[in-house]
């Protein structure tokens, strides 16, 4: 009984550094991140990621990191450095999805990726990309009715369609509002899973007023 015992606690004790290890790298990728350091960020991520082979979480960080970094400077990127950083997201976004097929981080992720081409150019790329980013965060939604990440993203994006249609925000307004009251209670499951930008939801709603 006692070899028993001894046996069951080097194994409860293995897989405790196991799972520190991950989250002080993971919290470590986050510093870097929170310090402006993308690629530093980045670049631990990845290590994670081959690391945490069934956990789509760094990747996801990985696929974000790599969109953000096409949104810096944004009127004077060009199209090589956005398929770059582009080619990058789409690796660690199939990554997820190999992972966990119906992710809806994923196809959040994916919307995002689209649109930063659809900004770009329009004329090119708008009628590629712009049915299917609508199709993702309706499917996001569906998926997940009530998070805030999904609800205010797809309200900013409707909202731009309409402006660009010269159509009306308001019925998108009502859906943005939402979101920022369900940001006050919202939790991620864990530290490390998305925690969305009510900042930008704020400011994406002073055009209601």
Known sequence: MKHLLLIIALCSSTFLVAQTKYEQGMRKAMELWDQDKLDEA?????????????NWLPSYHVAQIAIVKNWRDFENQNETTLKVNGDKAQEYINAMRTIE?????????????????????GMKYGMKYAGTIGELYQKMVKKDPDNPIFIADKAQWDM???KYFGSSIEP??????????????????????????????????????
Do not use: M
Not at 184 to 194: D, I, L
């Open 42 to 54: 980045s670049n631990l991520f990845e290590r994670i990621a081959t690391v945490e082979k069934d």
């Open 101 to 121: 097929k119906d992710n809806p981080y994923a196809d959040y992720l994916q919307a995002q990726l689209y649109t930063v081409w659809v900004a770009y150019d």
């Open 160 to 162: 731009g369609s309409a």
């Open 172 to 209: 998108y307004c009502e859906e943005l509002k939402r979101a920022i009251e369900l940001f006050a209670t919202f939790k991620p499951e864990t530290e490390f899973h998305p925690k969305g930008n009510v900042k930008r939801a704020l400011e994406s709603a002073e055009a209601c007023n």
